[in-house]
């Protein structure tokens, strides 16, 4: 028997689209911003190669001045300058932040003075291994536990270090202290619990008396110096921007992703800095060290696949 044709058909619910294209624009923005910031790092080496007459010391001073200058600008349009205030009233995280200030002063100096030394690959080589820097440090500060896989890469990436330190004929210092520095940054920084531009602005500011000083005490000892070249006084300037546009990227990309996704994109930045030391800088890679290379290459392999693996099973359960 059929329906009389008053009747009302079955209508199949409408869903709206909006939120999903909403959504996926936001990845995308994401996406773009993430990409934009590592390629800017990945790229730093050629600004810092071109202020090698300022010295490694200058350029951290420069840069220091530098990106306060540009974050008070930001603030000053985005009102954060209330989260600051709030910050430096509370005892314990201003402690926080100064440790982390301090630490990030370190990572920058060594940074500079390494590709200012043609040691860009052993930087880079730094960079590779700071995210299982960070898983260990989970484990040793913050008690956390490791699976199998995750044991095994922290495993590889050792063995790795040790081929390194025999290609190198000692310790690589520098990558060691650039991992450990960034990882021990990332850890203090979290006790601030500011925002980007905020907790950047507070750091720098911490710093920026002594980088300010040094900059003071150079221009009258030594004269103009690298300052009254217009060229290199604006490269100096560029060092700020430099800073601090990647890292507001990095925070707006962040906020849009899932860490898997940011998890390789960190890649990035160290692997152009690679190309660029062999390629373009000219360092000299021995058998050793590309063994030491590669096996830090597996080490993120089985790192990332066991993340993704975990990713997938939560997501499943969900």
Same mark, same amino acid.
């Given at each position: #028997?059929?329906? !009389?044709?008053?009747?009302?058909?079955?209508?199949?619910?409408?869903?709206? !689209?909006?939120?999903?294209?909403?959504?996926?624009?936001?990845?995308?923005?994401?996406?773009?911003?993430?990409?934009?910031?590592?390629?800017?790092?990945?790229?730093? !080496?050629?600004?810092?190669?071109?202020?090698?007459?300022?010295?490694?010391?200058?350029?951290?001073?420069?840069?220091?001045?530098?990106?306060?200058?540009?974050?008070?600008?930001?603030?000053?349009?985005?009102?954060?300058?209330?989260?600051?205030?709030?910050?430096?009233?509370?005892?314990?995280?201003?402690?926080?932040?100064?440790?982390?200030?301090?630490?990030?002063?370190?990572?920058?100096?060594?940074?500079?003075?390494?590709?200012?030394?043609?040691?860009?690959?052993?930087?880079?080589?730094?960079?590779?291994?700071?995210?299982?820097?960070?898983?260990?440090?989970?484990?040793?500060?913050?008690?956390?536990?490791?699976?199998?896989?995750?044991?095994?890469?922290?495993?590889?990436?050792?063995?790795?270090?040790?081929?390194?330190?025999?290609?190198?004929?000692?310790?690589?210092?520098?990558?060691?202290?650039?991992?450990?520095?960034?990882?021990?940054?990332?850890?203090?920084?979290?006790?601030?619990?500011?925002?980007?531009?905020?907790?950047?602005?507070?750091?720098?500011?911490?710093?920026?008396?002594?980088? #300010?000083?040094?900059?003071?005490?150079?221009?009258?000892?030594?004269? !103009?110096?690298?300052?009254?070249?217009?060229?290199?006084?604006?490269?100096? #300037?560029?060092?700020?921007?430099?800073?601090?546009?990647?890292?507001?990227?990095?925070?707006?990309?962040?906020?849009?992703?899932?860490?898997?996704?940011?998890?390789?994109?960190?890649?990035?930045?160290?692997?152009?800095?690679?190309? #660029?030391?062999?390629?373009?800088?000219?360092?000299?890679?021995?058998?050793?060290?590309?063994?030491?290379?590669?096996?830090?290459?597996?080490?993120?392999?089985?790192?990332?696949?066991?993340?993704?693996?975990?990713?997938?099973?939560?997501?499943?359960?969900?």
């Amino acid at each position: #028997m059929s329906l !009389p044709e008053s009747a009302p058909e079955a209508i199949a619910p409408v869903v709206d !689209p909006a939120p999903a294209n909403l959504a996926a624009e936001e990845t995308r923005k994401g996406v773009i911003a993430a990409l934009v910031a590592y390629l800017l790092w990945g790229f730093l !080496p050629l600004l810092f190669r071109q202020l090698e007459a300022a010295g490694s010391v200058l350029i951290v001073a420069e840069r220091t001045v530098w990106s306060l200058v540009l974050l008070a600008v930001v603030l000053w349009f985005t009102g954060g300058f209330g989260d600051v205030r709030k910050l430096f009233a509370d005892r314990k995280r201003a402690l926080g932040t100064l440790l982390s200030a301090v630490l990030l002063a370190a990572n920058w100096l060594l940074y500079v003075w390494a590709v200012e030394t043609g040691q860009v690959l052993e930087a880079s080589f730094g960079y590779f291994i700071n995210p299982l820097v960070n898983v260990l440090m989970g484990m040793v500060l913050l008690g956390e536990r490791q699976n199998f896989l995750q044991t095994v890469s922290i495993l590889i990436a050792t063995v790795g270090i040790a081929i390194q330190a025999v290609g190198l004929g000692s310790v690589p210092f520098i990558a060691l202290g650039l991992a450990l520095t960034f990882g021990f940054y990332g850890y203090f920084r979290k006790t601030a619990q500011l925002g980007p531009a905020s907790g950047l602005f507070a750091e720098t500011a911490m710093i920026a008396p002594i980088a #300010m000083g040094y900059v003071i005490y150079r221009l009258v000892t030594t004269g !103009p110096g690298v300052h009254a070249d217009p060229y290199l006084f604006a490269m100096l #300037m560029l060092t700020g921007p430099a800073t601090a546009i990647p890292l507001l990227l990095f925070a707006y990309g962040v906020r849009r992703l899932r860490l898997t996704t940011i998890g390789m994109f960190q890649y990035i930045a160290p692997s152009i800095q690679f190309l #660029m030391a062999i390629f373009l800088f000219g360092e000299h890679l021995n058998g050793l060290r590309l063994l030491s290379f590669a096996l830090i290459w597996i080490s993120l392999m089985v790192f990332s696949y066991d993340s993704f693996r975990r990713r997938n099973r939560v997501a499943a359960a969900a």
